[in-house]
């Protein structure tokens, strides 16, 4: 009777058809199942030839102890071949490997040597060097990535079975490339089959976080590798390669690993040009030892670290209904037009939303209209119309600005004076609760009632100025600190038709209650994420706040952020003298993508100081940007780069990486700077071809789903009007001897490819000059 083992079930492993993911029904894509091996991927196969290798040649004896450089998978196989024949197992791996593989091979009895985590697999190879140049005789190296004992187990075994489960009908074969073993077997035995089928590798990025994979410049390359027995080798990006792999479980039924998500990517990228024939993608290893990696956190898909101010900190942001963000933004007092600080807070949330739809969120996107408060009464009042014509005035301005700024429009900006029945609803219930009080006609709500009111702010209730930072009218409130829900109106606002009937008399809301109601009837309480600018945090935002958790018990909303002022001079931007409209910036020769240029490129919760000079060096930048984008809208010749792809996936990775950290968009632009001045330096060494110049503009149009401050406008004739006007513009600035603004002037023109020559003329010396706008 034939006894067996465990090693004997190692190899032979399914192939099973991919259905539903497959795009193109003439092509069949089939998975080679290497988690199906005992010690669960592909490398069980390899780590049994090194151990049979170094047994057969006798460098291999019981007295050694076998030692290997491994990230994981080649570890476990050699763990259970060892354990099986009984030789002790060391294994050098960084420590950035998942803690299942670890767990894995300890379970084994491998002894671990973790080596620093930003050395990657270099750092495990040095340590197993060093280790065995200080004590040959105690060990045994298997080298992975020099024995030929790698390759030759899936020449004599995967390469064999595919052609023998496909029964010779096999176009192209796809795997994954890590110590590049599987490969160069398959090339080797499928080309003596027949020499037209294609072997693709499958590699990550530079920078990528794929566990198993390996790009082939980040580290030396193994020395069984060799490039000419690859057809072609394909790049894959992390996004997509964690996906696939999600989906394969999904839709597939396959529970895999990082580098099969990868490897379908390739196959299916291959399916897709081809008319008809056989796929063979090689699944390298299961997900069981990645559970403890973000990969299969399908419901809670990460997004990006924000600051919130609710807590304090910064926090990972998933929203509360997977895929779907819901948004609340302040939206302006329409009695008169936007000044810099609160096109800033626009320009913030607009970033976010734009962000976030860029990571795959759905976002649901509120921005109230306060249309019914003290100052548009006053204004109206003034100028001795009706409300709802002057308050229209000014919507039309708001709506216009943020057009003019390139911010896209919200799913929905409800008007204050539409929806005052949510707030006598939300009133209502907190009379009912005991929070709220009426009182000479106005009703307040009772701070005293909630708890940790004011823990967000931060501010302190025994400092609070009367007066100052609350509404005061201590002849009516119980407590001077609580604030007003609906304020008994004047007969003057009753004879203009501003105050509502009530039952406790005629009234307005607050804009505490106008913000809550609105917010929560819209989005729901506990809504994701409330924006705004800072200087409404207390005492606005807190009250909103107080006014949910009296009606929820919860937050009004998961995350807080607060952008901050834009100051002119050294001040805020108030009445006095410090506000700077669009219409201002418009008259000193700039437009609104100079502008968002300028207010997007510092973080958004610093302040920013305002001065022309700055909008200058905002139109230079954009002039560079600018000048990239037309010189490759123009490219017809060029050699191809071969790593231009990388050039992408730096430019991409690198918005990610600065924007999920709290939205650094001047991370974010020294990424694109970096990428323009490598772009621009080989377009003047010749590289880069038509195809390629039509993929680097490809990633700039996803970056500027983010920004908004690209133009990719650069038809033949389509600036004639703008040219023309910009000439007429710098001609007259000339003539004021309006030296800073024609020099502005003439680097959009230089940006928009027009050359600009002036006649002699002599600049007068420039002293310090001093700006005053109001």
């Known amino acids: 009777m034939k006894t067996h083992t465990i090693l004997d079930a190692i190899g032979h492993t399914p192939l099973v058809e991919i259905a539903r993911l497959n795009p193109n029904p003439n092509v069949r894509i089939l998975a080679k199942l290497e988690y199906v091996n005992p010690g669960g991927s592909i490398k069980d196969r390899a780590a049994l030839s090194m151990i049979e290798y170094g047994e057969k040649n006798g460098e291999l004896t019981p007295d050694k102890t076998v030692i290997e450089a491994t990230s994981g998978n080649t570890g476990i196989g050699l763990a259970l071949v060892c354990s099986v024949k009984g030789y002790r197992l060391k294994l050098a791996m960084s420590e950035a490997v998942s803690e299942e593989r670890q767990k894995i091979l300890r379970a084994r009895g491998a002894e671990i040597v973790l080596t620093p985590g930003h050395l990657g697999t270099d750092g495990a190879i040095t340590e197993v060097t060093r280790l065995v140049s200080e004590a040959p005789e105690l060990y045994y190296r298997s080298n992975q990535y020099g024995s030929p004992a790698n390759w030759m187990a899936h020449y004599h075994g995967t390469a064999v079975e595919i052609w023998d489960q496909c029964e010779g009908q096999v176009d192209c074969v796809v795997a994954s490339m890590g110590t590049t073993g599987t490969l160069m077997g398959l090339s080797r035995r499928m080309k003596e089959y027949r020499e037209g089928i294609r072997i693709v590798g499958v590699e990550p990025y530079l920078g990528h976080g794929i566990q198993g994979l390996k790009n082939m410049k980040e580290a030396l390359a193994p020395g069984i590798y060799e490039r000419n027995r690859l057809d072609a080798k394909v790049n894959v990006e992390d996004d997509e390669a964690f996906e696939m792999t999600r989906r394969l479980a999904a839709e597939e039924g396959l529970f895999v690993g990082m580098s099969s998500g990868a490897a379908l990517v390739a196959a299916i990228r291959q399916a897709e040009v081809m008319t008809s024939g056989t796929v063979v993608v090689i699944l390298p290893d299961g997900g069981e030892r990645y559970l403890s990696t973000h990969l299969f956190s399908v419901k809670d898909k990460p997004g990006p670290m924000l600051c919130n101010t609710r807590t304090g900190r910064k926090e990972m942001f998933a929203p509360k209904e997977p895929g779907v963000v819901t948004l609340y933004s302040c939206?302006?007092?329409?009695?008169?037009?936007?000044?810099?600080?609160?096109?800033?807070?626009?320009?913030?949330?607009?970033?976010?939303?734009?962000?976030?739809?860029?990571?795959?969120?759905?976002?649901?996107?509120?921005?109230?209209?306060?249309?019914?408060?003290?100052?548009?009464?006053?204004?109206?009042?003034?100028?001795?119309?009706?409300?709802?014509?002057?308050?229209?005035?000014?919507?039309?301005?708001?709506?216009?600005?943020?057009?003019?700024?390139?911010?896209?429009?919200?799913?929905?900006?409800?008007?204050?004076?539409?929806?005052?029945?949510?707030?006598?609803s939300v009133t209502e219930e907190l009379l009912k609760k005991g929070v709220a009080y009426e009182k000479l006609r106005s009703v307040y709500f009772d701070i005293s009632q909630v708890e940790n009111y004011g823990a967000m702010s931060g501010v302190d209730l025994d400092k609070?100025?009367?007066?100052?930072?609350?509404?005061?009218?201590?002849?009516?409130?119980?407590?001077?600190?609580?604030?007003?829900?609906?304020?008994?109106?004047?007969?003057?606002?009753?004879?203009?038709?501003?105050?509502?009937?009530?039952?406790?008399?005629?009234?307005?809301?607050?804009?505490?209650?106008?913000?809550?109601?609105?917010?929560?009837?819209?989005?729901?309480?506990?809504?994701?994420?409330?924006?705004?600018?800072?200087?409404?945090?207390?005492?606005?935002?807190?009250?909103?706040?107080?006014?949910?958790?009296?009606?929820?018990?919860?937050?009004?909303?998961?995350?807080?952020?607060?952008?901050?002022?834009?100051?002119?001079?050294?001040?805020?931007?108030?009445?006095?003298?410090?506000?700077?409209?669009?219409?201002?910036?418009?008259?000193?020769?700039?437009?609104?993508?100079?502008?968002?240029?300028?207010?997007?490129?510092?973080?958004?919760?610093?302040?920013?100081?305002?001065?022309?000079?700055?909008?200058?060096?905002?139109?230079?930048?954009?002039?560079?940007?600018?000048?990239?984008?037309?010189?490759?809208?123009?490219?017809?010749?060029?050699?191809?780069?071969?790593?231009?792809?990388?050039?992408?996936?730096?430019?991409?990775?690198?918005?990610?990486?600065?924007?999920?950290?709290?939205?650094?968009?001047?991370?974010?632009?020294?990424?694109?700077?970096?990428?323009?001045?490598?772009?621009?330096?080989?377009?003047?060494?010749?590289?880069?071809?038509?195809?390629?110049?039509?993929?680097?503009?490809?990633?700039?149009?996803?970056?500027?789903?983010?920004?908004?401050?690209?133009?990719?406008?650069?038809?033949?004739?389509?600036?004639?009007?703008?040219?023309?006007?910009?000439?007429?513009?710098?001609?007259?600035?000339?003539?004021?001897?309006?030296?800073?603004?024609?020099?502005?002037?003439?680097?959009?023109?230089?940006?928009?490819?027009?050359?600009?020559?002036?006649?002699?003329?002599?600049?007068?010396?420039?002293?310090?000059?001093?700006?005053?706008?109001?």
């Open 464 to 774: 609070i100025r009367l007066g100052a930072t609350v509404d005061l009218d201590e002849y009516e409130k119980e407590n001077p600190r609580d604030f007003t829900l609906f304020k008994r109106t004047s007969g003057r606002e009753r004879e203009m038709g501003v105050s509502i009937a009530t039952r406790w008399g005629r009234v307005r809301p607050s804009l505490h209650v106008q913000c809550a109601a609105i917010s929560m009837a819209f989005l729901g309480g506990g809504f994701d994420i409330h924006t705004s600018s800072r200087e409404l945090l207390f005492p606005h935002h807190e009250n909103e706040e107080a006014i949910a958790r009296a009606l929820t018990g919860g937050p009004l909303a998961r995350f807080w952020l607060h952008c901050d002022r834009v100051l002119a001079h050294g001040r805020k931007m108030d009445g006095n003298g410090s506000r700077v409209t669009l219409e201002e910036i418009e008259a000193l020769g700039f437009d609104g993508r100079v502008l968002r240029y300028w207010l997007l490129s510092g973080h958004y919760g610093k302040p920013l100081s305002f001065s022309p000079e700055r909008l200058e060096e905002s139109a230079k930048a954009l002039a560079k940007i600018d000048a990239c984008t037309r010189a490759l809208m123009k490219r017809e010749t060029g050699r191809p780069y071969a790593d231009l792809d990388q050039v992408v996936y730096d430019i991409r990775r690198g918005l990610i990486d600065a924007m999920d950290d709290d939205l650094n968009v001047s991370r974010t632009l020294a990424v694109i700077f970096r990428a323009i001045r490598r772009i621009n330096a080989l377009m003047g060494e010749g590289w880069i071809d038509a195809d390629g110049s039509r993929e680097v503009l490809k990633i700039f149009r996803d970056v500027d789903q983010v920004l908004g401050v690209f133009d990719f406008s650069a038809g033949e004739g389509c600036h004639r009007d703008e040219v023309e006007g910009l000439l007429a513009e710098r001609a007259e600035a000339r003539e004021k001897g309006e030296w800073d603004r024609s020099d502005a002037l003439r680097d959009r023109l230089v940006a928009l490819g027009v050359t600009v020559r002036d006649a002699r003329a002599v600049k007068p010396r420039r002293q310090a000059e001093t700006h005053s706008l109001s």
């Open 331 to 424: 939206g302006p007092t329409v009695h008169q037009r936007m000044d810099l600080s609160l096109m800033r807070r626009f320009l913030f949330s607009d970033l976010l939303s734009r962000y976030l739809t860029f990571r795959g969120f759905a976002v649901r996107h509120i921005i109230n209209i306060t249309d019914l408060d003290d100052k548009t009464i006053a204004g109206a009042a003034e100028k001795g119309v009706p409300l709802a014509e002057f308050t229209g005035h000014w919507i039309d301005f708001f709506h216009k600005d943020l057009a003019a700024l390139f911010i896209k429009p919200a799913e929905a900006c409800p008007k204050v004076s539409e929806h005052v029945d949510k707030m006598v």
